[in-house]
């Protein structure tokens, strides 16, 4: 017996791209925190898009259990 699934493509979310700290600045100084601020809102945004993308393949797959 062969099961075949039909499912739309959710959207795969875009790695983001982090900023490195500054290697001669100390991981104090205000441009690192500047930088590692800005990384931990772009990872919260990308967290944000893997949950969309899940939450896509779930409600999908509950559709199918349910019929």
């Known amino acids: 017996m062969v099961f075949v699934s039909t499912y739309v493509e959710c959207p795969r ?8 700290v500054l290697e001669e600045k100390h991981i104090g100084s205000s441009e ?8 931990i809102v772009e990872l919260k945004g990308g967290l944000k898009a ?5 939450n896509c393949y779930e409600k999908q797959a ?4 349910t019929k």
Not at 13 to 20: F, Y
Not at 50 to 54: D, G, P
């Open 13 to 20: 979310p875009a790695n983001p791209i982090l900023k490195a």
């Open 50 to 54: 893997m949950n969309a993308t899940i």
């Open 32 to 39: 690192n925190v500047d930088r590692l601020m800005f990384n």
């Open 62 to 65: 509950e559709k199918k259990v």
